[in-house]
């Protein structure tokens, strides 16, 4: 068994000299930090030892716990490596208020973080817009495109930028120091306590489904999604795609709307990719569980109809595309420890993934805020929950208008598209951007 420990990347001397932006962000990570963890008697804890998820939540959590002199060498991180191919697996649009966090909890800039992830010219998007899209026989026709989220134009803040999340994760790891981390997952809190550098160690579950914590609930809802990362073709994307601008084409496909995603991207595995985008459809697994094939194979023709339409083709679509179908968690926040054991997984996840952009948001928000809370001596549940809470109730504020009033939305959005986002989705730009 391989055990490693991690050291702090050298950023160079240019790197290391926090501007005027620097310090803003960092205030309002502080400032809600602050409200979040209500807690500061000091920690009842001397060491962390986290199950499982070699992923953006882990290494968020375990970068902040291990920056503090306290936990430093005293976070171990156990679980197998991610096995990394082109395919995409998991979450792309990573949201800048979701940068602050990861760069506050690595104790870097968030230039130093996003060069991490990809060195040069980062993949973002700084304006959001919506349209209808209607899709049949291979082609898409779009209503009138409107903006929801800097319909100006001036602001030059990160909404969203368009990350690999395996990319994403190891950038944290390799900026993080003091992370131990451990190839091997326990199976159990007892096995996981055996690991521990201390005499006082938490044991944080953080596996998919739920290993020490003897599984999870779902809310009996999930989600259906297919994502490719495309290249342009000819003199680059074609209206209702713009630069620097991420696009939510919706379809309303048998009841309910199907939503999609289309942003600018990078990915080291995909050098040709300038651009990704996803089609993701909430389903009842209950009573919808048998039709995963067909569901995914109408998402795959929007998703490639409506790029084909906008300017982009996908890169190597057989090797890279990936369709998920994923069960989502109880929309309530969970409880406490669950016997001596932080759910983190659970903690972080916000409701239903891949079609709000907030799961990694969830980590690396939820995920800071817990391990503050473990460092102020409060209860890290607690804390991640008041982190999430208007996340949580604007993902199901989401899955009501796309599930259950679908046709208001449709109609709405091809009449106005700022009406038919105006809340929560625009106001929640403070959500969705960095705060510099
Ligand atoms: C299709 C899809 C699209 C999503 N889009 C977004 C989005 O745009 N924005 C957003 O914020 N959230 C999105 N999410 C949710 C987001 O991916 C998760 O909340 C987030 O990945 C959790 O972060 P993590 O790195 O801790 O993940 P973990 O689950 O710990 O994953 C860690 C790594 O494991 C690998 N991995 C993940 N799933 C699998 C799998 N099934 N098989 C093999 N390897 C795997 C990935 O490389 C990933 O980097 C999406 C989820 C899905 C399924």
Request: charged share 25%; aromatic share 8%; with cysteine.
């Amino acid at each position: 068994m391989t055990i490693t420990t991690t050291e702090p990347t050298d950023l160079g001397d240019a790197g290391r000299r926090p501007g005027p932006r620097d310090a803003a962000r960092r205030a309002a990570v502080e400032r809600q930090l602050d409200r979040w963890c209500e807690s500061d008697t000091g920690t009842d804890y001397d060491s962390v030892v986290i199950v499982g998820g070699n992923g953006i939540t882990t290494h968020t959590f375990a970068a902040r716990l291990a920056r503090d002199p306290r936990f430093a060498g005293k976070v171990v991180l156990a679980g197998p490596p991610v096995t990394e191919d082109r395919r995409l697996k998991a979450g792309v649009s990573l949201r800048g208020y979701a940068a602050d966090f990861i760069a506050y909890a690595l104790g870097v800039t968030l230039d130093e973080f996003v060069d991490a992830v990809t060195p040069g010219q980062a993949p973002v998007a700084t304006r959001q817009t919506v349209c209808m899209a209607d899709v049949a026989d291979g082609t898409a026709r779009f209503s009138r495109v409107g903006p929801w989220q800097n319909h100006r134009g001036r602001l030059d803040r990160p909404i969203v930028y368009g990350f690999r999340n395996s990319a994403t994760a190891a950038a944290i790891a390799r900026l993080s120091a003091g992370v131990t981390v451990v190839p091997d997952a326990p199976m159990s809190a007892a096995e996981a306590r055996d690991l521990a550098l201390g005499s006082r160690p938490l044991i944080v579950d953080a596996t998919r489904a739920g290993d020490l914590v003897g599984g999870r609930a779902t809310s009996g809802w999930g989600i259906a999604a297919a994502q490719v990362p495309f290249r342009t073709v000819g003199d680059g994307v074609r209206p209702p795609m713009d630069e620097r601008t991420a696009l939510a084409p919706l379809v309303r496909r048998d009841g309910r709307i199907d939503v999609g995603y289309y942003t600018p991207f990078a990915d080291a595995l995909s050098p040709e990719a300038s651009w990704y985008g996803i089609m993701a459809r909430p389903i009842d697994l209950r009573t919808e569980g048998d039709r995963k094939d067909a569901e995914l194979d109408v998402l795959t023709d929007e998703l490639l109809a409506i790029g084909a339409a906008s300017g982009l083709e996908p890169v190597d679509v057989d090797e890279t595309i990936g369709r998920a179908w994923v069960p989502a968690p109880p929309w309530t926040a969970p409880e406490s420890k669950s016997g001596g054991v932080f759910d983190l997984r659970r903690a972080v996840t916000p409701g239903i993934a891949a079609y709000y952009a907030d799961g990694m948001t969830g980590s690396a928000v939820a995920g800071t805020a817990a391990a503050e809370a473990i460092l102020r001596g409060g209860d890290p549940a607690a804390a991640a929950a008041s982190a999430l809470r208007p996340i949580r109730r604007w993902n199901w504020v989401w899955w009501f208008e796309t599930v259950k009033v679908p046709w208001v939305a449709d109609r709405l959005t091809r009449l106005s598209p700022p009406v038919a986002l105006a809340w929560p989705h625009s106001t929640a730009i403070k959500r969705w951007s960095s705060a510099a």
